[in-house]
Every structure is written in structure tokens, then in C-alpha cells.
């Protein structure tokens, strides 16, 4: 049987013109950054910091990460390597931030349930 289906395929691959796509010849080398980022390279990139702040608090709260991470040696290192015009924050900041962002939730989400006439929650207990 499995004779007769092998004969089938190449009988039918024989009549058949097959379309072929041509794949770009990328080689076989992985690509790399030829220029590493110096520090005067990245003087030249502007990041806000409060854009750097928002990105923090959010890398902690989705990551689930404890708020001592922003005071680790390595994470502190990991900043300033990778932009050394900013800075990372304290722990007390980062408390102060989420605070703030809390606040900002609550009102955000009390105003939106102000605009509905009727509420369903559940809760498992």
C-alpha cells in the first residue's frame, strides 16, 4: 500500500508543474549591531523621565515584582547602562507613583460607573 501511494505522489509531481517560491538568500550569519551605543550616542537619545518612571512602575506592577527591585544593585546597574542621563527611583517614589496611579484609577472608574443606570458583581468566596 505504501508502495502505491509513494508511486502516486511522484507520478503526480512528475505531471504537475509544482510553484516554487524563491526565498531571499539571507545567509547564514545572524545579523548584528555594528555600532555599540556609547554614552555620547546615548546623550543624543532623549527619554523623558517621567517617561522612564511610567515604564518602571509598570514593568513592577504587570510583572507582579517586589518594590525592592528598583533599589537592587543590579537593576540600578541595568538603568544606567542601558541610558546613563536618567535615572532609576527609591522605593518611597515608586510607592508614591503607584499611589498616585491608584487614586487616578479609582476616580477614572467611579466616574465611569456613575454613567451606568445598573451594576452586576459577583464574588466568589
Known sequence: MRNTILKYVSSVRETKKWKTREEPNLGTKQLRIDVPMSPAAARQVRVKQQDVNKAITDFIVEGIHPL??????????????????????????????????????????????????????????
Open 68 to 125: 525592592s527591585t528598583v533599589e537592587e544593585p543590579a537593576y540600578v546597574s541595568l538603568l544606567s547602562t542601558l541610558n546613563p542621563s536618567i535615572s532609576g527611583m527609591s522605593r518611597p517614589k515608586l510607592i508614591r507613583l503607584l499611589t498616585n496611579d491608584n487614586a487616578l484609577l479609582k476616580t477614572n472608574l467611579k466616574a465611569k460607573l456613575e454613567e451606568l443606570d445598573y451594576v452586576c458583581l459577583t464574588a466568589d468566596i
